[in-house]
């Protein structure tokens, strides 16, 4: 039986007394930045709360936030609008507005560099731009042969990977932006991501094809792996019949998930490129991601929430009410989900809530992380 993703809203629960408790929560993410050796959240379903709403494109008319994401140590978050050109720049703890920026047209790809110091973004100007995170200063930017759907940063530093309209998977130098290569992948690329030791790239997109006898063009839908050394694509993910919107690798890599334009979500083999498993909705499917500690795929789009499957039996276990989605992002502890939003023009973050109170878990995992004087004698 599906439940109900548990969700609580901040601002429905009163007043001062909860969102200190929140923001002095936040405050204390850097503890966990890295991740969790233990799984201290709910095994069965995520249990989530909503920190707040943000306003992410103020058009007039149209509003909607191509994509958003969060900051290495979680502090941070930085989305991207579609009508109104914006970047934009927001504090975690209480969703205040840093700066903003701006491309010349539609903003469609954003991220963070790995040390959380510069953004890189990608627009419909064909431009990709670096950030200075500290004062919203631009640092560099430079041309493409189309506009930009996608954009990811090694986990080193040292590349930076983005996604064309013309089909070209770009390898840019992480420090002086020089390029190092180009590789021609489908038609349009809207996605990317790399492995943890960022020997390999996996992008998503869609290959444009005529139909012979309407002459309409055909979008089919294409997942694929680069190896990055020989610039070469080494597996293909096959049966997308639409437009793949985006990729993701589970932590583990052991999977590589699919979400697009044919109302569906897929959960290939890493390794192989078998596909494993397909999860069928009932609109587009924009956005896919694990959570950091594997334990479960989150898929969104244009049906209005995002559902949660769960990885150790791959059955869809809640669903989260929202505005149509257009990405989703975790913190790298997994604590924090930030989503962005077609139609209202939202950015909202999310609070993973941990579920350690019962048995020894708790108490072990505390004496751990604190710093406590009485704790420290007896160790």
Not at 289 to 314: N, V
Not at 335 to 358: C, I, K, P, W
Request: charged residues 20%; glycine residues 10%.
């Amino acid at each position: 039986m599906l439940s109900t993703t548990l969700l609580y809203n901040i601002w429905g629960m009163g007043k001062f007394g909860i969102l200190i408790c929140v923001v002095s929560f936040l405050g204390a993410i850097p503890h966990l930045m890295f991740g969790q050796e233990v799984k201290i959240y709910n095994t069965d379903a995520p249990e989530i709360l909503n920190i707040w709403h943000r306003i992410g494109d103020f058009s007039p008319k149209l509003r909607a936030v191509e994509s958003a994401e969060l900051s290495p140590d979680g502090r941070l978050a930085v989305s991207g609008s579609k009508f109104g050109y914006k970047v934009m720049l927001w504090n975690t703890a209480d969703g205040s507005l840093v700066w903003e920026n701006a491309h010349d047209s539609e903003v469609e790809c954003v991220v963070f560099s790995p040390d959380g110091k510069r953004i890189a973004t990608g627009g419909e100007d064909f431009m990709v731009r670096i950030w200075d995170v500290a004062t919203g200063e631009q640092l560099a930017s430079w041309e493409h042969d189309g506009g930009l759907d996608g954009i990811t940063w090694s986990h080193d530093g040292s590349l930076i990977a983005s996604g064309s309209e013309a089909g070209d998977a770009w390898l840019w130098n992480g420090s002086d932006y020089s390029l190092i290569g180009k590789i021609k992948t489908g038609s349009t690329i809207n996605s990317l991501r790399f492995t943890k030791d960022d020997a390999y790239l996996a992008v998503g997109g869609n290959n444009q094809i005529k139909d012979p006898q309407s002459q309409n063009t055909i979008y089919k839908g294409f997942a694929s792996l680069i190896e990055v050394k020989t610039q070469k694509v080494i597996r293909e993910y096959n049966g997308m019949e639409g437009s793949v919107k985006s990729v993701r690798i589970s932590p583990d890599e052991q999977f590589l998930a699919t979400g697009g334009f044919d109302k569906t979500a897929r959960i290939f083999d890493f390794k192989t490129g078998e596909l494993l498993h397909t999860y069928e909705r009932p609109l587009r499917v924009e956005a896919v991601d694990f959570t950091p500690d594997g334990q479960y795929l989150a898929i969104g789009g244009h049906e209005l929430q995002i559902t949660f499957i769960r990885m150790s039996d791959f059955k869809e276990v809640s669903q989260l009410a929202t505005p149509r989605t257009e990405y989703i992002h975790f913190s790298r502890d997994g604590r924090l989900m930030l989503t962005a939003h077609e139609d209202s023009g939202l950015v909202s973050l999310y609070m993973f809530l941990s579920n350690v109170q019962q048995g020894a878990t708790y108490h072990k995992l505390a004496d751990e992380q604190l710093n406590n004087r009485d704790l420290n004698k007896n160790r």
